[in-house]
């Protein structure tokens, strides 16, 4: 196995930009720059926004900057069974439970909590106020098409760990970061690991196709940073191995406005055509 796999993991909702560029490339260049792996990852588990034409576009795209992946892109949805098998675990382990809990039901719960204190917010929106906690045995049968949360208590427990931790690489420079156990309860809370409109989640899948995929070296934007420590805590769950993790920069345009998904204007496929050539676009996000 190659001491270094790294991954660009686009999700096909929208045409690349230039910050999606900027990460491809600096994996790519990481990796070719000691010998080690690139790997591409197609992230449509959620078939609601995901589209092949986006994903055709995004293998086009990639090809025009000169980025080369060393073997077949890993698509989600053809991982469903490996995602199910995960959530079938957590849950004879008892970790999971179903919440139906619409976004307006959590706001109001965790806006009506003791006089003085703000609603807490997470990698993933509002922290949880666990209405659903205890509503469902958990030696029920596995819940079908519903919403399955971490019972995030119950998960630290399963893995008696005092802190979380992770090395992060910048400038060649390895940090370990960490987080104690009892801030995984504030700061994270019961986060959904299964959706109710699609099997999965974001969280699982990152987790268990990292792992599947061999990857040493995972490279992608601090926007993602703060949800790490739930991946820490997922992969010591199930048995996994945790990667080494470097956290870019974001692109910013000329107001230091992170772009946007939605931001066309800065699509790869504008500047394309309007004649710009890849070395511009290396130029451009400062590579
Ligand atoms: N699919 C995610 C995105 O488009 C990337 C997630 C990751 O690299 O872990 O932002
Ligand atoms: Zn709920």
């Given at each position: 196995m190659a001491d270094f796999i790294t991954r660009f993991a686009p999700s096909p909702t929208g045409p690349l930009h230039l910050g999606h560029a900027y990460s491809a490339l600096l994996a790519h260049d990481m990796a070719r720059a000691v010998g080690g792996k690139f790997l591409l990852r197609i992230e449509d588990i959620d078939s609601t926004r995901s589209r092949t034409s986006w994903e055709e576009q995004i293998y086009d795209d990639l090809t025009w900057l000169g980025i080369t992946w060393d073997d077949t892109p890993v698509r989600q949805s053809d991982r469903l069974l490996e995602y199910k098998q995960a959530l079938h675990t957590l849950w004879d382990r008892g970790l999971l439970y179903p919440c139906t809990c619409t976004r307006r039901d959590i706001a109001a719960a965790a806006s009506?909590?003791?006089?003085?204190t703000e609603p807490a917010y997470g990698p993933d929106g509002l922290?949880?106020?666990?209405?659903?906690?205890?509503?469902?045995?958990?030696?029920?049968?596995?819940?079908?098409?519903q919403a399955l949360r971490l019972d995030i208590r119950k998960a630290l427990d399963a893995v008696d760990q005092s802190e979380f931790c992770y090395t992060e690489q910048s400038s060649g420079i390895d940090k370990t970061l960490c987080i104690p156990a009892q801030d995984m309860v504030k700061?994270?809370?019961?986060?959904?690991?299964?959706r109710r409109d699609f099997l999965g989640s974001y969280h699982l899948s990152v987790v268990l196709d990292d792992a599947s995929q061999g990857i040493t070296h995972v490279v992608r934007?601090?926007?993602?940073?703060?949800?790490t420590h739930i991946h820490i805590l997922l992969q010591s769950l199930l048995g996994l191995t945790t990667p080494t993790y470097h956290h870019h920069r974001l692109i910013r345009d000329e107001n230091g406005k992170r772009l946007a998904k939605r931001d066309d204007a800065r699509a790869i496929a504008t500047y394309r055509a309007e004649g710009k050539t890849p070395g511009d676009i290396r130029h451009m996000v400062g590579l």
């Open positions: 009506a909590p003791q006089e003085g922290i949880y106020p666990g209405t659903c906690r205890t509503k469902t045995d958990s030696r029920a049968a596995f819940p079908e098409h700061d994270v809370g019961d986060i959904v690991l299964s934007g601090k926007d993602i940073q703060p949800a």
